[in-house]
């Protein structure tokens, strides 16, 4: 599978966001898909997955409500809804999907990954 992270873009402090991954090559509702996120300087982080099916959802510590993670399979594609956001989650985002069901926040579960999005919030 193939994946393409887009929506990412310079944002005030307590602006929301939605970034999107889009994918092709196959369908991603039998895969476990996820978000990371990688600060200059910093090792990539684990945002938000869902495992496949869609059955459960997992978030890092540090979302605490602000980000939501969805999966709309008739358009093969997985969002990130970002709320509240503060100059610490400036980050290049990446989504990654997993063909694993017990998939989860480690980044070596996963092996394929799109490209990645830069998102900037200023304060």
């Known amino acids: 599978v193939q994946l393409q992270a887009s929506g990412g873009g310079l944002v005030q402090a307590g602006d929301p966001l939605r970034l999107s991954c889009a994918a092709s090559?196959?369908?991603?509702?039998?895969?476990?898909m996820a978000w990371f996120r990688q600060a200059p300087g910093k090792e990539r982080e684990f945002v938000a997955s869902?495992?496949?099916?869609?059955?459960?959802?997992f978030y890092g510590g540090f979302v605490k409500g602000r980000f939501t993670i969805s999966r709309d399979n008739a358009k093969n594609t997985v969002h990130l809804q970002m709320n509240s956001l503060k100059p610490e989650d400036s980050a290049v985002y990446y989504c990654?999907?997993?063909?694993?069901?017990?998939?989860?926040?480690?980044?070596?579960?996963?092996?394929?990954w799109g490209q990645g999005t830069l998102v900037t919030v200023s304060s």
């Open positions: 090559g196959d369908t991603i509702s039998e895969y476990s």
């Open positions: 869902f495992s496949a099916r869609g059955e459960r959802t």
């Open positions: 990654a999907a997993s063909e694993s069901n017990k998939a989860r926040s480690r980044t070596y579960d996963y092996r394929y």
